[in-house]
Structure formats: structure tokens, C-alpha cells
């Protein structure tokens, strides 16, 4: 049987783009791709990228302050979220630009629309025509949802953030993930009064408690209204700004809403029923460890199969589909001790397995120590960074690995191998430290806090 291509992909981030790149440029595979909105997908244009660039822009406030206490004549002139949000949005312009040309450098040919599948290897454009295919990937991604409150219209979510006219005076933030913790941070640092809901205990769950009780305290501390155990009830409009009746009886007015509480897989309307594509609680794609559906010929890579949500993981699925399908190498990801980081302020970055998760799992050793750093404290700041690791009684394997530091996510991409690897305390002990540095607490912790 023919087919128009080999790979049809439907959406154009990060996995899609990868997967089908590598596919025509390597392999030699004729594919295309469809994307309805922009090329590069959340993590180039409403993610990743604009958001580092946010956080970037928020830190010069307190670099500011910090150098006069280093002896410099310096003065914080104010912010321009005009100018800053031009230039940004010229920088997503010029990435969307290379990700146009890589795929058309290597022979894909794109299709700037929607596409849903009609059988086992057709794909339907929004404009009517079909193309059929060896192979469908699936590679939609994800999106934001806000709970169903009265009035919850009214608030924006992340993909709105990086589009704002004006910077609002006050924001109220709710939920407590990555999102959440980490636009706190950001819009608190260009300025805005930001006030933060969290329905739950503590921020962050899922990562170690310790870690992520030292992130609270500091943004409470960089003056962040946190309240916990805090949720919306509703939310109407009051001249220009909006007033948000919470579960602890509070009443404000916030000039601005944004919603960071989770985001849900886009697999509606894809055509996937009919085909007997299998969906999961969340509405995410069902696929094995080859990122295959229960239908052969469709795969599904990325946020659209809720796995392990992070951009490298989604271009790791894509690159393993290719060695799969195209290179008749069956490569099943491996989604194990991924490192990771959340840019809060301070960042933390981690790998391995929470402290609590551990203790669960077997004994262990708890080797950590929490100081204030001598670059900040020399300017008489009072922020203290945490460097932390879980150890197997057993077999002296790292378990765990969490940093909570300026420059944390940098620092754990580099934890990360060791820990990946399987190194020991003894392994991290033997290593000579850096010295001065942060990060030379991780090889001279000689005695565990604790053992659990
Ligand atoms: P998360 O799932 O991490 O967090 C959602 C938050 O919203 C949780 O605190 C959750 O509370 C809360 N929540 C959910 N439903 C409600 C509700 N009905 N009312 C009130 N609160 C609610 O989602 P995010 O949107 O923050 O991030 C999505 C994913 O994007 C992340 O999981 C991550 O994979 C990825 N990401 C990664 C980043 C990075 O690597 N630095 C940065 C940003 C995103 P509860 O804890 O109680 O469930």
C-alpha cells in the first residue's frame, strides 16, 4: 500500500518538530506536520522560553540593591514591561523563525492547520483535504484549565501573561505547582503586589518537604502574600479590578487573577474515538513504553500523553519514536531520575527520589545543611539556600538529590549525571570541593542530620 508519507506529525513543539526532523533529515522519511497556532509550540512561545526571559528580567531588582551594598552607585530607574515585552516577543518571533526552517531545511513539509485523524493512517486538514500516512504522531501538548468557580472568567492563565498591555499593581495567584510558584516569584520581582491561593498544606507537593518548605519561606520572605490552605470561591467584576471571595472568609479586590492550577492534554476532537485510541483519566493519549497506542500505526509523544511533562522528556519520546519506527531499534524512554528545576526565587533543583519518598521506600541516611550564601549575606540579605541528599543505608546510593539555591537549576543538571550514574555518598565524598562556591557543601557533609 502507498502512502502520501511515511510520518504525518500533528503538532509542531517541541516533540513533533524534533521527531520530525530527524525523521526526514536523518532517516530520509518524506513527513509532514501540521500546527494550527504557532511553530515551537508552549515551551517556545507561551512556556519555557518567555518565562526564563521573565525571570531573567524580575532578578536585576534585587542585583540592583545587592550592588549597592557591594559599593556601587546604582539606582533602580523602575521596570518598562513595554519595552521588555517587545524585545520579547521579537526573540519568540526569531525562534518561531528557526523552527519554520529546520523543519523546511530537512524536506517536511507543514501544514499551517489543524488536523484530526480519520482512519488508521488518513489525516484530515481543517481545510477538507486528506493525506494519508505510514505512521501518525501525535503531538498536541497541553493546556491550562481553571476550575470551575463562579467567575473564574475573569482570571487569565499563563498563556495570557506574556500578552498583558500593562503590568496590573496587584495579582492574585492561584494553585501551588511549577506555574504558580514560579510566576510569584517573577511578578513579584518586576513589581507587582502578588498574593498566592494554595488549596493545599504546603507548595510544591510532590518534592521534598524540606525543599520546598525553604522555597515558601523565602518567597514569603522576598514579600509574596502566600496563604495556604487558601481557595477561591468566587470571583466578580468591581469597576476595573476584581473582587475574589476566598475560603478563609477574605474578600479583596485584585487588579489581575491568573489561574496556574494545572494543565489538561489536547486530545479532544482529534478523531481519536472513532478509531478506538484509548484516553486515560485526564484525557490523556494511552500509550506503551514505545509511545504506540492501541492502533499500530498511531504514536503519541509529549503533554498530550501526561507523562512526564517537561520539554526534554517530550524531545527524548520523539528522538526514541524515531529509533523505533524509523530504524527498526524498539528504544522505550527512559522516564527514571530525570532532573529537573523550578525557577522560583530561589530555584531549586532536583533529582531523585523526596526525602519522604524515600523513607517510604527503605532505610536511609538524610545529609543536608541550610546557610546563607556569602554573596547575598555579604550584602546583608537574609535568604538561605539548602543543599540536601538522600542516602540508601544500604547500598550508600543517592536517592535524592535537592537544591534549593541561586543558580539551583544549573547546579542540578550537573547532580543530576552523578546521581543518574549511581554514585555513592562516598562517590560525592571523594570529590574535591570547589571552594568558594555553594555547591561544595554537596561533597563535605560528612555526618547525616538524620536517618529515617
Ligand atoms: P501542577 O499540576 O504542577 O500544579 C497545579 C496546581 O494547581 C497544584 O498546586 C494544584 O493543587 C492546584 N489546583 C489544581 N486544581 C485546582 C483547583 N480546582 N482549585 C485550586 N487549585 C487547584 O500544574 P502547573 O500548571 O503548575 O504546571 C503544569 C506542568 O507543567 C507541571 O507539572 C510541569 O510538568 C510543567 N512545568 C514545568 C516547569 C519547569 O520545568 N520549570 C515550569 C512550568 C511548568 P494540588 O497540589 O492540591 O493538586
Redesign the pocket.
Known amino acids: 500500500m502507498s502512502f502520501d508519507y511515511d510520518l504525518f506529525v500533528i503538532g509542531g513543539g517541541s516533540g513533533g518538530v524534533r521527531a520530525a526532523r530527524v525523521a526526514a533529515g536523518e532517516d530520509g522519511a518524506k513527513v509532514a506536520l501540521a500546527e494550527e497556532d504557532r511553530y515551537g509550540g508552549t515551551c517556545v512561545i507561551r512556556?519555557?522560553v518567555p518565562?526564563k526571559l521573565m525571570v531573567f528580567a524580575s532578578e536585576y531588582a534585587g542585583m540592583v540593591d545587592q550592588a549597592r551594598a557591594y559599593g556601587w552607585d546604582m539606582s533602580n530607574g523602575g521596570f518598562d514591561w513595554g519595552t521588555f515585552r517587545g524585545k520579547m516577543h521579537a526573540e519568540l518571533d526569531r525562534l518561531e523563525g528557526i523552527y519554520r526552517n529546520i523543519l523546511k531545511n530537512n524536506g517536511v513539509e507543514t501544514f499551517d492547520q489543524r488536523a484530526k485523524l480519520v482512519d488508521a493512517h488518513t489525516v484530515e486538514l481543517a481545510d477538507g483535504s486528506r493525506k494519508s500516512a505510514r505512521h501518525i504522531l501525535v503531538a498536541t501538548g497541553g493546556r491550562?484549565v481553571k476550575?470551575d468557580v463562579p467567575g473564574a472568567d475573569l482570571g487569565i492563565t499563563?498563556n495570557d501573561i506574556f500578552h498583558l498591555d500593562a503590568l496590573p499593581e496587584s495579582i492574585l495567584i492561584?494553585?501551588?505547582?511549577?506555574?504558580?510558584c514560579?510566576f510569584a516569584g517573577i511578578l513579584n520581582g518586576l513589581g507587582v503586589h502578588v498574593t498566592q491561593y494554595?488549596?493545599?498544606a504546603q507548595?510544591l507537593?510532590g518534592f521534598d518537604d524540606e525543599a520546598r518548605g525553604l522555597v515558601c519561606e523565602e518567597m514569603c520572605q522576598n514579600g509574596i502574600d502566600v496563604h495556604l490552605g487558601t481557595?477561591?470561591l468566587e470571583m466578580h467584576r468591581e469597576g476595573d479590578a476584581i473582587r475574589v471571595k476566598a475560603t478563609n472568609g477574605d474578600k479583596r479586590l485584585f487588579d489581575q487573577v491568573m489561574f496556574?492550577?494545572?494543565?489538561v492534554p489536547n486530545a479532544d476532537d482529534l478523531g481519536l474515538e472513532g478509531l478506538g485510541v484509548a484516553r486515560g483519566r485526564k484525557g490523556q493519549i494511552v500509550v506503551d513504553k514505545y509511545s504506540q497506542t492501541g492502533v499500530p500505526s498511531v504514536y503519541a509523544i509529549g503533554d498530550v500523553t501526561d507523562r512526564?511533562?517537561?520539554t526534554p522528556v517530550a524531545i527524548r519520546e520523539g528522538m526514541a519514536f524515531v529509533e523505533t519506527v524509523f530504524r527498526g531499534n524498539p528504544t522505550p524512554v527512559d522516564h527514571d531520575l530525570i532532573p529537573?528545576?523550578?525557577?522560583t526565587q530561589p530555584e531549586m533543583g532536583t533529582v531523585g527520589l523526596s526525602e519522604e519518598q524515600a523513607a517510604e521506600q527503605e532505610p536511609i541516611e538524610v545529609y543536608a545543611t541550610s546557610f546563607k550564601p556569602m554573596q547575598t549575606s555579604f550584602a546583608g540579605q537574609s535568604g538561605r539556600v539548602l543543599m540536601k541528599l538522600v542516602v540508601s543505608q544500604a547500598t550508600r546510593k543517592v536517592l535524592g538529590c535537592h537544591i534549593v539555591a541561586p543558580g539551583a537549576g544549573e547546579m542540578i543538571q550537573l547532580a543530576g549525571i552523578a546521581v543518574k550514574m549511581g554514585a555513592t555518598k562516598e562517590d560525592f565524598d571523594r570529590t574535591v570541593a570547589v571552594h568558594p562556591t555553594m555547591s561544595e557543601e554537596m561533597v563535605t557533609m560528612k555526618a547525616p542530620v538524620r536517618r529515617a
Open positions: 512556556g519555557c518565562k491550562p476550575p499563563s492561584i494553585g501551588g505547582g511549577y506555574i504558580a514560579e494554595y488549596r493545599g507548595i507537593r481557595n477561591v496556574a492550577t494545572g494543565r512526564v511533562n517537561l529537573t528545576a523550578i525557577f
